[in-house]
Structures are given as C-alpha cells and as structure tokens.
C-alpha cells in the first residue's frame, strides 16, 4: 500500500488535484478499515460492542441513580446518544496518532499531510454506519416517530459531528506528532467529556446553576439533536445546534491553518 500510494501520488505531483486527492483518502481508509478487522474474529461487529456495552452500563446505573429519560424508553434514549458520541470519540481519538502511525508513508510520499487525519474519520464513519443498523431496529421496535420529514436533519447532524471531530482532530493530530502524550492521554479525555455530555442522562436533569456552562460543550447540540429527531419526532434546538456550529468553525478557523502550516516539518519531526 505505501509503494502504491507513493507511485500513485508522485505521477500527478503535489498539486494532483481534487479527485486524486480523493483517491488518496479513499485507499487510505479502505486499507485501514480491512487492516483493523483483518485478525478479529467477530470483525465488523465490534463496531457494535462498545455503544452496545456502554448502553448496557447506563441501564445498569438506571436502576441505582433513577436516571430519567424524559419519558422516552431509557434504552433507546441512551443508544441515540451512543450513536454519534462513539463517531466523535473514535474519530478524534484516532485522528491523534494518525500522523505519526503513517510515519512511512509521509516520508516516502509527497502527499498533502491533511489527508491522514480525514482517513481517520471516514474510518469512523464505516463504524457509525454499522451502528446505525442497530440504532433502525430499536426505533422500529420501539415505534418511535422517526420516520418522516425530520430525518432530513439526521445527515447534517452527522456532517456536524464529522466536521467537529475532524476539525479537533487537526490540532490533536498536530500536537501528537511533537508530544505522544495526547496519545496517551485522550481515552481519560474522552471518558472526562461523555460524563460532561448528555449521553446518559437528559438535558434537563443537569441543575439550573450549571445549565449555562454545559450548553457550551458543543456535543450537547448534537446529541440533543439526535434525540428530538429520532425520539420525539422533531427538528433540532436551534439554540443549542448553533453552539455547535459555532465552535466547529472556530476550530477550523484555528486549526486547519495551524495544521497546513507546521506539517511541512512533519517528516523532520518523525
């Protein structure tokens, strides 16, 4: 693959183009996707086991903190949440390493070095797709109103959240290919902000006196999102999407130009 990428890329030059660029970032995620399944038994399937876990863990503290769920089935209402959280997380945890674990290929390529990071979250996004089959069948099951005009927020939603984790992902990727400590660091990270985000409990639980901090965590739009398009039938709060869209532009405003200008010294770096 990495003398396949570097001929492909080097008959075209840096300035390729959009559709080898395209190219590029497609065999980069079809590679890793058929590389992180390759040994497992189960394959595909462990797309499902994390999301499915942690929903199993949340009705489990159910029962012991009489969590609610403003009147939607406890189960349903956490795996809305599970959907595109474990998107957001997988996508940006594994955009931090995604540099310096194509470390080869960089050094034998002249490739645009954005295209490591965007791999990354088209991977996740095959992973948001397995779980959305899951995520089908419970609102089938649980006959919940879906299924109609509001479905056309759903897309965007996800757009949302790929564009925020990638934009993230510049900067954490940016930083691990100098310091490996974000690499270590992110899992505790990311348990730190689920517990921060609406995932297992309702907005409306959270006390008035913190309401106003937590409506800053940009997941909070999206996972509210999710809910009141898959559950309750309805578009999303625009009040709460906006801080959404907000940050994800600042964070793009910030950290795409960062992430262009210093990886020219990525190869020095590695």
Known sequence: MMAHTKGVYQSTGRDGGFNQFIFLVTSLVLR?????????????????IK???????FIFLRGVFDIKSDGAPFALFTFCALVPWTFFNTALSRCAPSVVSNGMILKKADIPREIFPIATVGIALFDLLISMIVLVGMLVWYEAPAFGWNLIWLPILILLTGLMALGMGFGAALIATVRRDIVFAMPFMMQFWMLASPVMYPLSQVPERWHSIVVINPMVGIIEGFRN??????????DL??????VTVVV?????PLYHQMSKYFSDVL
């Open 51 to 57: 999301p499915i876990g942690y929903m199993m863990v």
């Open 229 to 238: 398009v898959l559950i309750h039938g309805k578009a999303p709060d625009m």
């Open 252 to 256: 793009w405003v910030v950290f795409l």
């Open 241 to 246: 999407l906006s801080v959404s869209i907000i």
């Open 32 to 48: 890793e996707f058929k590389g992180q399944y390759r040994r497992a038994f189960l394959g595909p399937i462990w797309a499902l």
